[in-house]
């Protein structure tokens, strides 16, 4: 069974940064699309980021474009996320989550074959 372990969360002022990392084992993470969803508080789960399995294609709604940067890691089996100026409203926790074969425009959670527990950000003055 595969699983995922995220890392990096913090709290960070408005305008900071911050880099999320996510393991995987127990699967072919080669096989894999690799993506960040996120879920603020009262609100319902919200995609982020996607990359292809080979690495080489990335995919982010608007809500993130130009501020986040997601990557395949040289172990390879590692995937990070680069958030750069950071809002309140990005406030929420983030989770790591894998599809085996090729990414999804827009997934939902019944898209992904394995998730991670979180990690949460916080984004305040």
């Known amino acids: 069974e595969g699983q995922l372990a995220e890392s990096g969360g913090g709290e960070v002022q408005p305008g900071g940064s911050l880099t999320l990392s996510c393991v995987g084992f127990?699967?072919?993470?080669?096989?894999?699309?690799m993506s960040w969803v996120r879920q603020a508080p009262g609100k319902g789960m919200e995609w982020i980021s996607g990359i292809n399995s080979r690495g080489d294609s990335a995919y982010y709604p608007d809500s993130v474009k130009g501020r986040f940067t997601i990557s395949q890691g040289n172990a390879k089996n590692t995937v990070y996320l680069q958030m750069d100026t950071l809002q309140p409203e990005d406030t929420a926790k983030y989770y790591c989550?894998?599809?085996?074969?090729?990414?999804?425009?827009?997934?939902?959670?019944?898209?992904?074959?394995?998730w991670g527990q979180g990690t949460q950000v916080t984004v305040s003055s």
């Open positions: 127990g699967f072919t993470f080669s096989k894999f699309a």
């Open positions: 989550a894998a599809r085996c074969g090729g990414l999804v425009w827009r997934p939902t959670p019944s898209d992904f074959n394995y």
